[in-house]
């Protein structure tokens, strides 16, 4: 790493919500500005049919929002570890195979980054989750190689990854003054991943670090879970989500499961699924619910209630209630989102990502009392009964934070000033 000149290399963390780029340059800050400004690009793509081109991040969700005709992609990163990485789907009346999306969003990034540097880049690294896929080694590795493949076909000849949460690590280790024993919690979109690290300023400049990564782990849980469990437990309800059948069964889940899970959002508006929908209704005991579904898939308006979820997440970070208007689909209709039913909606996620922490820590042989910080990173690290419910864990440490979008960013620069000069 040379400090007296910019890297040869950039960064890369594509995220399931939001991306950033780093560039590593003398006294400037790593972060590049993708869009108006703004160091994040969200990690969208809309397909505009009128005008038949893709657009990207902020733009997209405006055009979308608009009411431009189209197809609307998100969370794009789920696709890795995932099945619908080995079909294709139809976009502006072709078919494009899934993994070329990949290649559409972050061939932007790369253009976006080339065009404020002034200059091409051939040398990345990018960010990865600890795993794709939990506890499925192949499909992880088979998740990292398809994005090794994106990367190279758009023109970057030497491509490494660095765990996300180590470089958000690396990140935070530039502003510490002593050493520090820290659990970087990296509560991504689709990802929670830990970390379990040792730091010093004495060590910034080393290369070789690892030995001062004492663990690594992670579960596949991230903010569009908890916008998921929000949308089931507290909006899907009023769509027929637990209505009973005649038979006194309950009503299929498919259709809300679909509508509260981004990457899936599509699959409710087939022709095949809104003639489920319409024969289902002759079956369910009131069909008050199903009809606002139908009117909602008709409407082609999931990712916009989706939306409403996820701004419902964000809000109930600072208060106490939010109140999503859903007049669109029927006047006079809301839903009421409290934190209390937000806490209980992700209640088993938290468990989950508090047995990965153990588990973490156990693996590293570190007693909890040990550990000095918990270094919260991610875009859903600010979720209060997260923190509250990792901090418990950890009697000693004192939680700080870094930039909840662009701590991981900053580190893969710092990363590839490193790796490639």
């Given at each position: ?162 765990f996300e949460p180590i470089a958000a690590a690396f990140d935070y280790e530039r502003t510490i ?110 069909p008050t619910g199903i009809d606002r579904l139908l009117r909602l898939t008709e409407q082609r ?88 419910s990792v901090a418990a864990l950890l009697p000693n440490a004192r939680a700080t934070e870094g ?19």
């Open positions: 790493m040379n400090p007296s000149r910019p890297a040869n290399a950039l960064g890369i963390d594509f995220g399931t919500s939001n991306s950033t780029v780093g560039w590593w340059r003398p006294g400037m800050e790593p972060l590049m500005e993708l869009e108006d400004g703004k160091i994040t690009l969200p990690s969208v793509i809309f397909f505009n049919t009128e005008e038949r081109r893709p657009v990207y991040g902020r733009q997209a969700l405006g055009e979308y929002l608009e009411g431009y005709e189209g197809r609307l992609m998100r969370a794009l990163k789920s696709l890795l570890g995932s099945k619908l990485l080995k079909s294709e789907t139809t976009v502006l009346g072709s078919a494009l195979p899934f993994r070329d999306l990949l290649g559409f969003f972050i061939g932007e990034l790369k253009r976006r980054a080339e065009a404020q540097a002034g200059r091409e880049f051939e040398q990345v690294v990018l960010g990865r989750p600890v795993f794709f896929v939990d506890e499925d080694p192949q499909a992880d590795a088979e998740a990292a190689n398809t994005l090794l493949a994106v990367a190279h076909k758009l023109g970057f000849k030497d491509v490494s990854f660095q003054k002593r050493e520090e024993l820290v659990l970087i919690v990296d509560i991504g979109g689709g990802t929670s991943d830990f970390s379990l690290v040792r730091l010093a300023p004495e060590r910034r400049e080393l290369n070789e670090r690892q030995d001062d990564i004492l663990a690594t782990g992670g579960v596949h849980i991230g903010g569009t879970d908890f916008d998921k469990q929000l949308s089931l437990d507290g909006v899907m309800p009023l769509f027929g989500y637990g209505s009973r059948m005649k038979s006194d069964a309950l009503m299929p889940t498919s259709h809300h499961l679909n509508l509260a899970t981004w990457h899936t959002i599509n699959a409710a508006y087939a022709q095949k699924a809104q003639l489920a929908l319409k024969n289902m209704r002759y079956d369910i005991v009131d308006a999931g990712h916009w209630l989706a939306m409403q979820v996820e701004e419902a997440k964000i809000s109930l970070t600072e208060r106490d209630a939010y109140l999503i208007d859903l007049a669109r689909i029927e006047d006079g209709l809301s839903a009421m989102l409290d934190r209390p039913l937000f806490d209980q909606a992700i209640d088993g996620l938290l468990q989950r990502i508090r047995a990965g922490v153990d588990e973490l820590l156990a693996r590293a042989g570190v007693a909890h009392e040990a550990v000095d910080t918990i270094f919260f990173t991610g875009g859903s690290s600010s979720v209060p009964a997260l923190r509250q930039n909840s979008f662009g701590s991981i960013g900053s580190g893969l620069a710092i990363e590839a000033a490193r790796r490639y000069g």
